[in-house]
Every structure is written in C-alpha cells, then in structure tokens.
C-alpha cells in the first residue's frame, strides 16, 4: 500500500500505545496491566516537514507556487487580457507572484506544527475515535497481537493536493514490551510491528517508543489510563533506517501539496477557512491582502491601482529622458516619489497615464496642492469592462506545486481503560 495514500498521522500514535507493557503481580498476565482494551481520550502531535530534494534531482532547484492574475468567470476582463497583450504578455504576468517559495532543507511554511487534542470532546471534533485491544504475549520479551478499530483524519496527497480525510480503520500487528529491537530488557519501552497477514498495513512500524500505565481521577472515580509516546520516522530518507530496511521514493516520501486555496470571509487567500470544521481547501484563487508585503494606502489588498502604481514607478524610475527622483526627500526612489510625479503632473493638467493607461488623476487626489492621497480602490472589484476605475483583483493558482519533503512525527497519546 502507497504510505504517503495512507499515512495516518494519528493513527500512528494510537499504533505506538498499543505496546506497552508492565509486569504485573496478577497470575497468569504476562505484560501486566496494559492488557485489555483502551479508548483514545488525548493526542499531542508535533509535525515537521522539511524540503528534502530527492537524490538524483537538482538539489538546487526552488518550489514555487504561482498565482497569476485571472478574470474570475469576467468576460470583460478576459476581454481586457486580450487588448493589453494576452494572458502570456508582460502586462498580465507582470501581477504574477509567489506565495511559496523554498528550497531543499528549508522547514515547510507552517512547520513545525503542533496538534493538540487534549480530550475526548476534541478528538471527536477532529474525527478522531479509536479502541485499542492489547492481548497478552506467551512470555516476556515476545510479540502479541494488538488490534485497533475506529475512525481517524488520514493526509493524503493526489495532484500536488494534499488534503485531510476521516476513515475507518481495522489494524492488527504485534508489539512487544520492555524489550528493545535487539532482544535485551528495556522496561518502558515498546515496539510495534504492523503484520499484513493479520490485516495490518497501516500502521508505521516503530521500536524506541516509551510507555507507562498510571491512574487519573475523572468525575471523582480513579481509572487506569495509558500514556505511550514514540516518534514515526518511515517518513524520512535517512531516519527510515531506525524502522524499515528499505527506502521507497514512490511509497515512503511525503509530499506536501499546493493547488487549490482557502479563503477567507473575504474571499481573500488565507492558511485556513474561518470554520474550523472546514479542512480542505476548494477555492481555485482569491484576492491577495497582507499586513507586510502590500500597503496601508490600498488597505493592504493587492489592487489594480497598487499594481499600476508599481509598473509606472519602474517605468519612469528607467526613463532616460525623465527619470524618476526623490521628490518626497526620504532619501529612497520609491512608491511615495511616484505618487509626487503624479501629482505635480495632475496639477500642471500634464494628462499622464500609466504603463496600461490609467490615468494619474484617477489614482492620486490632488485636490490639496499641498497633500497627495492616493487613491484606495479596495473597495471594489476590477472589471475590464472599466479598468480606470481600478479594484481588487483576482489570482488563481497557475498549477499544482509538489514538495518532497523528510518527516518527523513526534506522538503523545493517552488512553483510557475501556469499560467492561
């Protein structure tokens, strides 16, 4: 089965608690009291991902995800494209940008990233509802059968997408505790070992986990509860080594997806939906606003005037006849000496344009000789069928960008004793 088409990130840390044992006084248990059956009530993940080019690629190579200006469903403005060039010309990809942009060792934007489901409330919000049967080994230092049933968020990856879905898993194997990988006693430690002919093909395998069976009150009652911790390496190109004997670029490699984005209330593109309970992107595009890379005079949104402003200012900062200079005096050439040329020129009646044929008097007020404002054209969507008028424009991912990338899985999970 392709690991990276099942790879259940919480699945794992429900796969590691299911080895734990402790001696036990009890007659006849052989692994103590983590025999017997337990429910998830509490997860704690910590991911990182980290570019990892594979061998034989240009390790040099950067990922980058474009987003190009796009008419959104607009005859006008597939209409505009046309008249100023085409979707290909300087005038349309000139809006291009980037909102990835990484190389090999650099951490995936938005890792590491914890997961805390700290109840049973949580887990259930998240999808998340799993029983763990540990049966008892023959001996000490032995594997036993483990068998784990419920539902689960498993990350899968189709189409340089990747995305989150809730499944139902039946998963069985052999763990063993107490004992290391190579046969000598370890108390606390457990392995796992997933077993195809027992129906596991899931679960990763892992050999250096760490367990403790203790007591916590709930509602006033003491009840037995499991703690397992371990982290899941099958996921990365050197450390798959401490698990597996083999690396698969096809099945073990993890690959983080971008295509399709989330919006915001908006429609603005965003790391997240604003409903918590939507995990999956499905907007092709959306409006591009930002506290740091656009500018407070446009509200922070990437507008058709904001664009115009950019291409005039390299435009005239290059004119040989007329070049741009530090007319507002702060030592720079930039956004703010533009704003000035336009308004000297708006109050000489000069008629001047942009570079696509906006005119400065739409973009800079001048009705203050003495104080510019720009013009914030935010508060409207951009048409072709009335360009000057300005307005947010619109950006669609270009095409789906795929990542390689080393993870790591760090796991904290506990259990409850599950009543009889």
């Not at 959104?72 to 300087?90: C, H, L, M, P």
Request: glycine share 10%; proline share 5%.
């Amino acid at each position: 089965m392709n690991k990276l088409l099942s790879k259940v990130l919480f699945l794992s840390i429900s796969a590691t608690m299911m080895f734990t044992a402790c001696e036990d006084d009890d007659e006849g248990v052989v692994n103590g009291d983590i025999v017997g059956s337990w429910n998830l009530e509490s997860l704690d993940l910590t991911y990182e991902r980290v570019v990892s080019v594979p061998a034989g690629e240009d390790q040099n190579q950067e990922y980058k995800n474009y987003l190009d200006w796009d008419a959104n469903g607009d005859a006008a403005t597939e209409a505009y494209f046309q008249a100023i060039g085409g979707k290909t010309s300087a005038a349309v990809l000139g809006a291009t940008f980037s909102t990835i942009d990484i190389k090999n060792g650099d951490n995936i934007p938005g890792f590491p990233r914890t997961t805390a489901l700290t109840s049973p409330a949580a887990l259930a919000g998240f999808g998340v509802s799993l029983l763990l049967q540990i049966d008892d080994a023959a001996k000490r230092g032995e594997g036993a059968t483990y068998k784990i049933t419920g539902t689960y968020p498993t990350i899968r990856q189709a189409d340089c997408q990747t995305t989150i879905t809730v499944a139902s898993i039946t998963d069985q194997g052999l763990y063993v505790t107490d004992f290391d990988r190579a046969g000598a006693e370890k108390l606390g430690n457990f392995m796992i070992t997933p077993d195809p002919t027992l129906g596991g093909a899931v679960l990763p395998p892992f050999y250096t986990g760490v367990y403790e069976v203790d007591e916590q009150l709930n509602d006033g009652v003491a009840e037995k509860v499991l703690n397992i911790d371990y982290v899941d390496e099958d996921g990365h190109d050197e450390r798959y080594k401490n698990v597996q004997d083999a690396w698969s670029e096809a099945d073990d490699r993890v690959i983080t997806g971008y295509n399709l984005q989330f919006n915001d209330a908006n429609g603005n593109i965003a790391s997240a939906d604003p409903n918590p309970a939507v995990l999956n992107p499905t907007h092709r595009g959306g409006y591009f606003a930002h506290p740091t890379l656009m500018i407070a005079p446009y509200s922070f949104q990437y507008t058709f005037y904001f664009y115009n402003a950019g291409l005039s200012l390299r435009a005239q900062a290059t004119d040989a006849k007329n070049p741009l200079t530090d007319l507002d005096g702060d030592g720079t050439v930039g956004v703010g000496d533009m704003v000035m040329f336009m308004h000297y020129d708006n109050l000489a009646g000069g008629g001047g344009v942009t570079p696509l044929g906006v005119p400065f008097a739409s973009m800079v007020d001048s009705s203050d000789p003495t104080a510019p404002k720009i013009v914030d054209d935010s508060g409207t969507v951009f048409s072709g069928a009335n360009p000057n008028a300005g307005g947010k424009m619109y950006f669609a991912t270009r095409e789906g960008l795929c990542v390689p990338t080393n993870e790591i899985l760090t796991v904290k999970s506990v259990w409850a004793e599950a009543e009889e």
